[in-house]
């Protein structure tokens, strides 16, 4: 069975960056979307950003300038670059991805807090 793996969360300063990155392990994909979403302590989750296969973004307003989504076809691999991080930016980020037939798959999440 896929799993997607996140990686690249962790404790950062306010304005500093990071950068996540969501793997697969397990066969080859055909995927349409890859996607981050991220999940706030008691309040709901929130689209950060989506990439199709050809390329087109997607970006919630709170991230706009701020965040880059790309992805790696041949590797099935989606990058969040994070920077200029506010506090408002601490949660749980998860990696969604989606295959042409429809299949959906979730990480399972890395933390991202900032803090000073």
């Known amino acids: 069975q896929v799993q997607f793996v996140e990686s690249g969360g962790g404790l950062v300063q306010p304005g500093g960056s990071l950068r996540l990155s969501c793997a697969p392990s397990?066969?080859?994909?055909?995927?349409?979307?890859m996607g981050w979403y991220r999940h706030f302590p008691e309040k709901q989750s929130e689209l950060v950003a989506v990439?199709?296969?050809?390329?087109?973004?997607n970006y919630a307003d709170s991230v706009k300038g701020r965040f880059t989504i790309s992805r790696d076809n041949a590797n099935n691999t989606v990058y969040l670059q994070m920077n200029s991080l506010k506090l408002e930016d601490t949660a749980d980020y998860y990696c969604?991805?989606?295959?042409?037939?429809?299949?959906?798959?979730w990480g399972k999440g890395t933390q991202v807090t900032v803090s000073s």
């Open positions: 990439i199709t296969d050809r390329g087109m973004t």
């Open positions: 397990g066969s080859r994909l055909s995927i349409y979307t």
């Open positions: 969604n991805v989606v295959e042409w037939d429809g299949t959906e798959y």
